[in-house]
């Protein structure tokens, strides 16, 4: 219980840091994801605003990191924050891509240690519930 209350923070600061900078600073994250939104136009019957799509992200990381963080639904948001970092994690590191060395190496780590970020939300999904959870299903199958 200890230690879940002190993992969520941690974990949670990362979007929320993360969220502050791309909306303080959005142009590299709007410039690395219109290539991703590119190629998905075909797909949607509206045209999507990059601008629009990486400030949406940008709240949605800090909403769900603000709600992790002080514990409110935080397997929801986790949730939400581990669906919202596969795509972002793609766009801004592509180790992949041709470019200079250390370019590809510092796009590696961070790729890596999102990867590792996104292994703590997954767990924090997984995690057995707290004795509030764990109330309420007892009572919901005694409703039953």
Known sequence: MLLRRVARPLIAAASIAN???T???PKPKIESAVPL???????LPTP???ALVVQAGAAVKIGAGLLMAIGWAPRIAATVLA???VPSTATEHPFWAPGAPDTRKAHQQ??????GLLGGLLLMITAPGDKRSRRARKRARKAR
């Not at 961070?110 to 990867?115: A, T, V």
């Open 19 to 21: 969220g502050v900078d």
């Open 37 to 43: 939104l590119a190629k998905g136009q075909g797909m």
């Open 48 to 50: 999507v605003n990059p």
């Open 83 to 85: 669906v919202e970092l």
């Open 110 to 115: 961070h790729f890596l240690s999102n990867c």
């Open 23 to 25: 909306l303080i600073n």
